[in-house]
């Protein structure tokens, strides 16, 4: 695998599960990133980490709980979602955080339905 | 935060023609970067082009161009001599230091490109 890989593709939950999305770098990158991608919206930033570290959380529900074991790996865990949270999640990653100039590796996303 | 504004949510152009696409941005800062990004339809978010603000000289990367007003806070993508492959999803993004480095996303704009 290259790049920045994500899985499930596809993921169907009811607003009482609990699921969790992953997302996996091969670049050897330093920053990982969480957005969420929804029609007719901008993408919206939820979480960063940094070596591991969370550096920004745009003020997200609590439903939301990411995980960052490694550099190379990043979770976002999801409990008693909302239909409004069905969106495209994106997992990206960068070589380095502080650094604006560099890009952004995305992944193929997440497609969230929830019912 | 910094706002961009996309503001052709779709655009045609026919093969072998040239099209750009807008985009406009707010922000105060002096340092920082812009950039456009493809998305595919089903297919991985990649970078196009990137434009760091002190470069006076429009970045280029083969078929593809910016041209890049300061002053008017205006960072247009050309597409020449388009190509089938051209048709996707194109975000116009900014990055600053001061702000957060988080990437600011505009809505988008869906390219149509017709043989």
């Known amino acids: 695998e290259t790049g920045v890989t994500q899985t499930p593709r596809h993921l169907v939950m009811g607003m009482t599960n609990k699921k969790s999305l992953k997302c996996e770098q091969h670049?050897?990158?330093?920053?990982m990133y969480w957005y969420k991608q929804s029609a007719k919206k901008p993408l919206e930033l939820m979480f960063v980490?940094?070596?591991?570290?969370?550096?920004e959380n745009n003020s997200v529900p609590s439903r939301f709980s990411p995980e960052c074991p490694n550099s190379s790996h990043l979770f976002l865990h999801l409990h008693t979602l909302q239909p409004e949270d069905s969106a495209l999640y994106l997992c990206?990653?960068?070589?380095?955080?502080?650094?604006?100039?560099?890009?952004?590796?995305f992944g193929p996303g997440t497609r969230l339905t929830v019912t | 935060a910094q706002t961009v504004t996309q503001s052709q949510p779709e655009m045609s152009v026919q093969e072998a023609e040239t099209v750009t696409l807008s985009c406009t941005y707010d922000?105060?800062?002096?340092?920082?970067?812009l950039f456009w990004y493809k998305q595919p339809p089903s297919r991985q978010m990649i970078l196009v082009i990137r434009?760091?603000?002190?470069?006076?000289q429009n970045a280029t990367e083969n078929r593809f161009s910016v041209n890049f007003q300061k002053a008017a806070k205006s960072f247009s993508l050309k597409i020449s001599d388009s190509q089938l492959g051209d048709a996707a999803m194109y975000f116009c993004?900014?990055?600053?230091?001061?702000?957060?480095?988080?990437?600011?996303f505009g809505k988008g704009t869906s390219l149509l490109v017709t043989p």
């Open positions: 990206a990653s960068s070589q380095e955080y502080a650094g604006i100039g560099y890009e952004q590796y």
């Open positions: 670049l050897g990158h330093n920053a």
């Open positions: 980490y940094s070596l591991e570290e969370r550096v």
């Open positions: 922000t105060s800062e002096s340092d920082y970067y």
């Open positions: 434009q760091e603000a002190y470069k006076q």
């Open positions: 993004a900014y990055r600053g230091s001061n702000s957060g480095y988080a990437l600011n």
